[in-house]
């Protein structure tokens, strides 16, 4: 009887130690590789959503203003944008106004945001 009860044992705490193995290899898979994230919405690296609501207005004035001023326009209510932060340095920016759609990076150095390459118009 006593056999029994020991091999019920060894197999409670076999299950318990494959569902912790289980549980965290699955965790390791979920994560999301934010390297070439693109437009995500899951890649917040690193910022509390505080955090991000201050970096989102900051960014947003700053590419209005910066659209604004390449498209030779003094109301900056009617540009549209979407940011999307790879992390707290770097994020990815549509901005659109007059059927004109401005995309790509931003990246924060030296205290300011500025425009990646890739932020073009189309």
Avoid at 12 to 22: G, H, K, S, Y
Avoid at 31 to 36: F, K, P, Q, T, Y
Avoid at 73 to 78: C, E, F, R
């Amino acid at each position: 009887m006593s056999n029994r009860k020991f091999e019920i044992c060894l197999l409670i705490i076999l299950i318990f130690i494959l569902t912790i193995i289980v549980s965290i290899s699955g965790c390791i898979e979920e994560e999301e590789d934010c390297s070439d994230c693109t437009n995500c919405t899951d890649c917040y690296i690193g910022i509390n959503s505080t955090e991000e609501s201050k970096l989102f207005d900051e960014l947003d004035g700053i590419v209005k203003t910066y659209v604004a001023g390449k498209e030779n326009i003094t109301d900056k209510s009617i540009i549209w944008t979407s940011i999307k932060f790879k992390s707290k340095d770097e994020a990815f920016v549509s901005a659109t106004v007059n059927n004109k759609t401005w995309d790509g990076t931003w990246k924060h150095s030296d205290n300011q945001w500025n425009p990646g390459e890739d932020f073009k118009s189309s």
